[in-house]
C-alpha cells in the first residue's frame, strides 16, 4: 500500500493542513493500492504563497538558466521512466505495454520539444519603433487529469518553466501517484523552491480555491466541459487567464474511395486508445452509406481481436476503465444506445468476460447509428465506437460539424485534394490526415466547448506569456 501524507511545497516535503483521505482504488483489481492526504484552500494559499515568492527570481533567469533547468528535468524524468510507466498502470489501469510506449514516452517526448521550442524562441523583437516584448505571466495553477497524467502534466508545466512562470500543480486524485513522483523528480532536477509546488486535492476545494485566487495569474485547466465552466466561473472575478482543455466527441470521416478496411481498422484502434479514455480519439465514424454494413463487419472483426486484461499482463491490449463512476456511466451509454435502436455489431452491455472484479468494458460498436442519439452527440470516455451513415461530403461534414465539440477530426481518403478540402471545413483544433504519426509540435486543443487556447510545441509556450509593446522605443 502506498501513503502520500505530505504535498511538495517550496521545496520541501510538508504535512498538509487538511484532514481527509482518498483511497485509490487499483481499477484492474477493485482493490485499495494507495492512500493520499486531501488539501483544503489553506495548503492551496501555502502553495501558491511559495509560488508567488519564487517569482520575481525566476522571472528574472536567463532562457540559458531554465534551458538547463528543464534539460536536468528530462533526465532524472529518463532515470525514472519505467517507474512511471508502472504507477500509472497500477493506479488507471493503463495496460503495462501501452503506460511504457505511449503514457510514459509523453513526458520524455514533451519536455523534448520545450527545450527545442526554447532553443530557438525570440522573446523581443523590433516592429518599427516598437519594440516587442514576451514576459511570463505570472503564478499558474495547473489542473491535470487523471486520463493521460504525465503527459498533461508535461504539457502545462514544461511550457510554464520555459516561460518563467511559477505554478502550483493540482492532479487529479484518481490517478495521483505518477503526480507524486513527478514532484520528485522536479526536487532530483534542482527545481529552485518555490518554482514547483504539488497539492493533492479534488476539483470542489483545492482545485476552485487554486482557480479563484487573486495571485494566480492563470490557471490551465484539463478535463470535462462542465468542470471547465466551473473553473472559468471561479476564475472571473479575478480576471486571470483560462486555458481549458475540455470534451471531444471527434468525427473521423472516411470518404468513399479509401481502403475501406484500412481505415475502418485503424479508426476503431483509435477510438480504443487508452481504453477510450482520450478527449480527442475518432469516437464517430462517419461512413458512405453504401458501405456501412461492410464497414460494420469489419469494425466487429478489429473489436473482437482486443485482449481485455488487468494491467500489469504484456498481452492486455485493452485495461480497465479508470474507476465505478465511470464503468457505470459507459454501461449506461451502451444500454441507452440498445434502446435508441442503434445496431450494436460488437460488445454490448456487461462486464467483460471472464472477470467477476475490475472495471472492464466489452470494446463495443455500434453501427446504423443517427446524430441525434445520445452516443452521437456526447463524450463516452470508454472503448465505444458510433458508426454514422452519410449521404454527400456536404452531409459528412455537416454531421461532423453538428456538435458542442471541436477538439480534433479525422479525414481519410484516397484522393489528397478533397481530404485537404474537407479537413479545412472542419470546425476543429486538430485534423489527422489519413493517420499520420504524432506530431508533438502541433498545436493542440479545441473550437466551441471543447475549449480556450493551445498546448503542445511553439502554441503551448505562448499560452504562458504576456506581449508588451514598448513605443517610441527606437528613436
Not at 390 to 416: F, M
Request: glycine share 10%; net charge negative; with cysteine.
Amino acid at each position: 500500500m502506498i501513503v502520500h501524507d505530505k504535498f511538495y511545497i517550496d521545496g520541501h516535503w510538508v504535512a498538509p493542513h487538511g484532514t481527509e483521505t482518498y483511497t485509490v482504488i487499483n481499477p484492474s483489481t477493485e482493490m485499495a493500492c494507495a492512500t493520499i492526504a486531501m488539501g483544503d484552500a489553506t495548503d492551496v494559499d501555502r502553495a501558491v504563497e511559495a509560488a508567488k515568492r519564487a517569482l520575481p527570481a525566476f522571472m528574472a533567469t536567463s532562457k540559458a538558466q531554465r534551458l538547463d533547468l528543464l534539460r536536468s528535468i528530462l533526465a532524472a524524468y529518463r532515470n525514472h521512466y519505467e517507474e512511471f510507466a508502472q504507477l500509472m498502470s497500477l493506479e488507471m489501469g493503463t495496460p503495462i505495454t501501452f503506460a511504457r510506449e505511449a503514457q510514459a514516452m509523453r513526458g520524455v517526448v514533451h519536455l523534448t520539444e520545450a527545450i527545442s521550442v526554447l532553443e530557438k524562441f525570440d522573446f523581443e523583437w523590433s516592429e518599427g519603433a516598437t519594440r516587442m516584448r514576451l514576459e511570463p505571466i505570472g503564478v499558474c495553477g495547473l489542473i491535470t487529469p487523471w486520463n493521460w497524467p504525465v503527459n498533461q502534466i508535461v504539457v502545462k508545466l514544461a511550457p510554464a518553466i520555459a516561460a518563467g512562470c511559477t505554478t502550483v500543480l493540482k492532479p487529479s486524485e484518481y490517478s495521483p501517484l505518477s503526480s507524486m513522483l513527478f514532484a520528485r523528480i522536479m526536487d532530483e532536477a534542482g527545481a529552485p523552491a518555490g518554482v514547483f509546488n504539488l497539492i493533492l486535492g479534488d476539483g470542489q476545494n483545492a482545485g476552485a480555491r487554486l482557480a479563484e485566487h487573486p495571485d494566480v495569474a492563470m490557471v490551465s485547466f484539463t478535463g470535462s466541459t462542465s468542470a471547465g465552466i466551473e473553473v472559468a466561473r471561479c476564475a472571473a472575478p479575478t480576471v486571470k487567464r483560462v486555458a481549458q482543455e475540455l470534451g471531444g466527441k471527434s468525427a473521423n470521416i472516411l470518404l468513399a474511395d479509401v481502403d475501406l478496411e484500412q481505415a475502418v481498422t485503424k479508426g476503431v484502434a483509435g477510438c480504443f486508445t487508452n481504453a477510450g479514455q482520450s478527449c480527442s480519439i475518432p469516437t464517430r465514424m462517419l461512413v458512405p452509406r453504401s458501405l456501412m454494413a461492410r464497414a460494420a463487419d469489419m469494425a466487429a472483426k478489429a473489436a473482437s481481436e482486443y485482449i481485455v486484461g488487468p494491467a500489469d499482463d504484456p498481452k492486455s491490449s485493452l485495461g480497465p476503465v479508470v474507476n465505478k463512476r465511470q464503468f457505470e456511466s459507459i454501461q449506461g451509454f451502451i444500454s441507452g444506445a440498445i434502446e435508441e435502436g442503434a445496431t450494436l455489431v460488437a460488445g454490448g452491455p456487461g462486464r467483460a468476460a471472464p472477470y467477476d472484479k475490475g472495471y472492464y468494458i466489452r470494446p463495443t460498436v455500434f453501427s446504423d447509428v443517427t446524430p441525434d442519439m445520445r452516443v452521437a452527440r456526447e463524450e463516452i470516455f470508454g472503448p465505444v465506437l458510433v458508426m454514422i451513415a452519410y449521404d454527400s461530403i456536404d452531409h459528412a461534414v455537416e454531421i461532423a460539424n453538428g456538435t458542442q465539440y471541436g477538439l480534433a477530426g479525422y479525414v481519410q481518403g484516397k484522393d489528397l485534394g478533397r481530404v485537404h478540402d474537407v479537413a479545412r471545413r472542419l470546425q476543429a483544433g486538430t485534423i489527422h490526415l489519413n493517420y499520420p504519426a504524432a506530431d508533438f509540435s502541433a498545436a493542440f486543443g479545441g473550437y466551441k466547448q471543447s475549449g480556450n487556447g493551445r498546448e503542445w510545441g511553439k502554441a503551448g509556450l505562448m499560452e504562458y506569456l504576456e506581449l508588451k509593446s514598448m513605443v517610441g522605443f527606437h528613436h
